[in-house]
């Protein structure tokens, strides 16, 4: 067991590393029914899975796939698979994760690559353009967000204005 999403109002999906079992409710003495649904597919890891509504994106060794419940995945990932398959380091994708971000409409698949033992590269996939896909290198560990302001204000400095050794315009923000 790897880990386990919720799909929709009434089902579970719970996979594992060779299969994709879904969880129903059914009351009675038996209160919950598994039925294996996806054989010989599994996930790397146990963030390999991410949940949007009635659609789960399925990270594999193989490929990124789509599963709506049912006994097959979509392959979403086709664009990018050959690289993706050619360069992951299969001995760390333990540490690969899925992000999906709603506002953006945004699909994102960290993984490491070559000899990297962490997530070094990350595939983006625009769901809502037509599952365009895009390449960015960089380490990451974990998902979440921050925010930058764009430039040093005057509340923001250290010490009296007087005390500032640089010239306004002088500084660049970096990202």
């Known amino acids: 067991l790897q880990t386990a999403?919720?799909?929709g109002n009434n089902a579970v999906v719970v996979y594992g590393e060779g299969s994709v079992h879904l969880q129903e409710w059914v009351?009675?003495?038996?209160?919950?029914?598994?039925?294996?649904?996806?054989?010989?597919?599994?996930?790397?890891?146990?963030r390999g899975v991410v949940a949007n509504g009635t659609v789960h994106y399925v990270m594999t060794r193989d490929n990124i796939y789509e599963y709506n419940g049912?006994?097959?995945f979509k392959p979403i990932g086709d664009p990018i698979r050959?690289?993706?398959?050619?360069?992951?380091?299969?001995?760390?994708?333990?540490?690969a994760f899925m992000d999906f971000l709603p506002d953006e409409n945004e699909l994102r698949v960290y993984v490491p690559v070559g000899t990297s033992t962490q997530p070094n590269t990350c595939y983006i996939c625009k769901?809502?353009?037509?599952?365009?896909?895009?390449?960015d290198?960089?380490?990451?560990?974990?998902?979440?967000?921050f925010s930058k302001p764009s430039g040093l204000t005057i509340g923001e400095l250290q010490g009296t204005i007087g005390a500032?050794?640089?010239?306004?315009?002088?500084?660049?923000i970096a990202a």
């Open 5 to 7: 999403e919720r799909l």
């Open 27 to 46: 009351g009675g003495t038996d209160v919950y029914r598994f039925t294996k649904m996806v054989v010989n597919k599994g996930i790397p890891s146990r």
């Open 70 to 72: 049912g006994r097959d």
């Open 82 to 95: 050959s690289e993706y398959v050619s360069t992951i380091n299969n001995s760390a994708m333990s540490y």
């Open 127 to 135: 769901v809502g353009e037509g599952y365009t896909w895009f390449k």
């Open 137 to 145: 290198l960089r380490n990451h560990t974990s998902r979440g967000s």
């Open 164 to 172: 500032q050794n640089w010239k306004f315009g002088d500084l660049t």
